[in-house]
């Protein structure tokens, strides 16, 4: 097995930078729009439910499902990386924006009301109280988004989006179980690693008592 | 717990890292310069064309070169060739036409090549080389005794007696707009009961053991040439041609010129008969493919 | 000091007329309310929990927008404010503190300065001067954190930060009320001092009448959302009133058990 590995590491490369690609972009996206929604909805919380809705409704839909439903879609189907990383995004979201929420709701409501009184204006008070003392929180929801996609991006393959499950799906064809693991192990060993080193960010971040 | 500042710091560290990473990613493409990748859906016939011009590449270009095989279909293939991960793939044209081009229907070969030729290069910027020499059409196949009992040449003659056949066709035979639905309008067939949607390996084993009465295989299954089974004749011509053509990204040519040379001294060197039979020594006598490429190759002179 | 209103000193500094303050529900926490507060008064708002008092000392910088009737700081309605000017303009201490805990002392001390985008140079020097009235070593002090003080430290440190921007007003709601009593008495005497140093002026909620008699020059009692009567601390031990006898009463059963634990 490790002799496959050896022999053909620049492939699984290539194939691993492929899945890395499609992950950080839709890790990207989804925190760009992630965290802006979940400071939305703590600034008016009747938008909890739609906006927290719609993500959850992504989020249970079986990822091969998904990304069926997004194939005919005119722009989106004509490349399948576009169509992967517009699904992936989707699933991302939902960890990012509920994170987002908590983290900030979990401000002691004295240090708000301080901010407050001090003549802070809400923008200062979002940058300089609110967002610092939550990025441990909204990391840990970065961290289990990061770790579904990597998951999920795997099943991407199946719609040709390139990655390390098309490793997979090809040993399924050819019943060749050295592809197989050559695209699942990387694939496995990419989420403990984001997985670890996001835990320690998280931890380095997380405010004291 | 850190302040201000270093969160700050953190976080722009983590976005800047993030993009990096892309970055570095997105240039999965340049680790391959002096390699070139070979795809091939997944079936063996695939597997063997994409093993012939494997081999064919190794022994006349200084490349290396890489099998992705068993890609799981044409959209599959077609998005990997797009996005570079691979460097060619062998299509037929009848599949280019209808299922990735999504233009209507053709029957005169020369006019469907010359037509998904053009539309390929100008709407991907992929290169399509001249045929490798075979028709893989669809083959409407029914036993041999049937067809002597009957007198069956053709699927005209065959027509009338469909109602009391049971049919038995592949997924995307009855699905894809050039297969079960305009076969049915063309020839007025009408079937006791709906076709049974058989894999594609267990086809021809079910027609045998009289499970079903008639199937559509392809012309160039292994399976033809060593047992009792008739083509019948397209004699209305339904079915588009589908001949076998090498489809290449055009930056790999650009970037490798002997590619080119090398890939069209393959064209017309394989006869329907000749990829019947490689097809069977593969899925009949379980022989590997790349040997059977490989002697093919040899006894053509063509490594 | 930077007093940017042309206010004539006899003025008083806030001014409360027939003010109220509404619930969305109906509820009425403060009712048709009226005082008003000379410059360099203490004015102690007195009274059980519900009672008002925080409520009104909220109207003052605006946290909360009353429902009805006038009230002005500094000669204008604040209202007419821009809310966050009028901000900067009062200090503010509260029970729990809110310093924020990701800011070194000297960090939350500077805030309102460095909102006011003072120069660096101006505001470390009033960081120092502020720890040391407030009684807090700066050089052992300024680089910590808020978890690592003790409460009657952090205590400190709020009220070093209200006074940072030097505004002529301070808020204070309950600012001792979670010291332990020796602390607490510690804290008294200190504030004392400052009083008599910085003359601002300063408006403090408290349901203890101790700190009430000792700290405020007069004493306002609310009882609930209305306003009793407005003495000086003298006039309170001797009014007829009932709840201001019903406290007073109170203390004399504290003082003599005070006394009692002494000698025992």
């Known amino acids: 097995m490790a002799d496959f590995f050896i022999k053909h590491w620049d492939e699984i490369l290539q194939a691993t930078l492929e899945h890395v690609w499609l992950v950080g972009v839709a890790m990207a996206l989804a925190i760009a729009m992630g965290v802006p929604l979940g400071i939305l909805i703590t600034r008016r919380p009747w938008l909890s439910k739609p906006i927290l809705g719609s993500a959850n409704v992504a989020e249970t839909i079986p990822s091969l499902a998904l990304f069926g439903f997004l194939l005919p879609l005119p722009w989106l189907g004509v490349r399948a990386d576009r169509l992967a990383i517009v699904a992936l995004t989707l699933y991302a979201l939902l960890p990012i924006i509920r994170n987002t929420v908590t983290g900030i709701s979990e401000v002691d409501p004295a240090v708000r009301e301080a901010a407050r009184a001090m003549g802070m204006t809400a923008r200062q008070i979002l940058f300089q109280v609110e967002l610092p003392l939550s990025v441990s929180t909204v990391l840990a929801g970065v961290r289990v988004a990061t770790v579904l996609t990597i998951g999920v991006a795997t099943i991407a393959a199946a719609v040709g989006a390139g990655g390390l499950g098309e490793f997979i799906f090809r040993g399924l064809a050819m019943v060749n179980d050295q592809l197989i693991l050559a695209g699942a192990i990387p694939a496995a060993a990419l989420a403990l690693t984001a997985d670890f080193l996001l835990n320690l960010l998280e931890k380095r971040l997380r405010p004291a008592r | ?286 022989r590997d493919a790349a040997d059977v490429a490989r002697e093919f190759l040899q006894s053509k002179n063509l490594n | 000091m930077n007093d940017q209103t042309n206010q004539p000193v006899l003025e008083p500094i806030i001014e409360f007329k027939n003010v109220s303050y509404r619930l969305p529900n109906g509820q009425i926490l403060l009712n048709e309310t009226s005082f008003a507060v000379p410059r360099g008064e203490t ?91 407030v009684g807090l070593d700066p050089k052992n002090f300024s680089q910590r954190y808020p978890h690592e003080l003790s409460g009657g430290q952090r205590q400190r440190v709020g009220v070093a930060r209200a006074l940072a921007a030097d505004p002529p007003i301070l808020l204070m709601d309950e600012p001792f009320g979670a010291l332990d009593p020796l602390t607490r008495s510690e804290i008294h005497q200190e504030f004392r001092e400052l009083q008599r140093k910085l003359g601002k002026t300063i408006v403090i909620v408290t349901h203890d009448i101790n700190e009430a008699l000792l700290l405020g020059t007069r004493i306002a009692l609310l009882d609930a959302g209305n306003l009793r009567g407005i003495y000086s601390p003298r006039e309170f031990l001797k009014s007829s009133e009932p709840v201001a006898a019903a406290y007073v009463a109170q203390l004399h059963m504290l003082a003599e058990t005070e006394r009692g634990a002494e000698r025992g």
């Not at chain 2, 983590?14 to 240039?27: E, F, K, T, Y």
């Not at chain 2, 079915?239 to 002997?258: C, L, N, Q």
């Open chain 2, 1 to 286: 717990m850190k302040k201000d500042v270093p969160t700050l710091r953190t976080c722009v560290l983590l976005c800047v890292s993030l993009c990096a990473v892309v970055a570095l990613a997105s240039c999965a493409g340049g680790l391959r310069r002096d390699t070139i990748v070979i795809g091939s859906k997944n079936f063996s016939e695939q597997a063997l064309l994409g093993e012939i011009v494997a081999q064919r590449l190794e022994a006349r270009t200084h490349l290396r070169v890489e099998r992705r095989f068993y890609l799981a279909g044409t959209y599959i293939c077609q998005q990997a060739l797009l996005a570079g991960r691979i460097d060619m793939y062998v299509e037929y044209t009848g599949t280019a036409l209808t299922a990735i081009l999504h233009d209507p229907i053709e029957k005169d070969p020369a006019a469907v090549f010359a037509r998904v030729q053009q539309e390929y290069k100008q709407r991907f910027g992929l290169d399509v080389m001249p045929s490798l020499g075979f028709d893989n059409t669809f083959a409407i196949v029914i036993r041999g005794e049937d067809a002597r009992r009957l007198h069956l040449k053709t699927l005209s003659d065959a027509a009338q007696y469909t109602p009391g056949w049971r049919a038995g066709f592949g997924y995307e035979f009855i699905e894809r707009p050039d297969g079960y639905p305009g076969l049915v309008s063309t020839y007025g067939l009408k079937f006791g009961e709906p076709p049974r949607n058989l894999d594609l390996g267990l086809l021809y084993r079910a027609l045998l053991d009289k499970q079903v009465d008639i199937v559509a295989g392809n012309s160039t299954d292994g399976l033809l040439s060593a047992r009792d089974l008739v083509i019948l004749d397209d004699d209305k011509h339904y079915f588009p041609p589908y001949e076998a053509v090498p489809i290449v990204r055009d930056d790999t040519f650009t970037r490798h010129p002997e590619v080119r040379d090398a890939i069209a001294e393959l064209a017309g060197k394989i006869s329907n008969d000749e990829m019947r039979k490689m097809n069977y020594e593969v899925d009949g006598e379980h």
């Open chain 3, 43 to 133: 004015l102690v708002l007195l009274g059980r929990s519900g009672a008002g008092k925080t409520t009104a000392l909220k109207l003052i910088n605006r946290l909360l927008e009353p429902s009805a009737g006038e009230l002005r700081v500094e000669g204008r309605e604040t209202r007419a404010w821009d809310a966050i000017a009028l901000r900067r303009r009062i200090g503010y201490v509260i029970q729990e503190g809110g310093l924020f805990p990701h800011y070194t002392i000297e960090e939350n001390i500077a805030l309102v300065p460095r909102l006011e985008k003072w120069p660096n140079e101006r505001i470390r020097p009033r960081v120092h001067e502020l720890l040391a009235l």
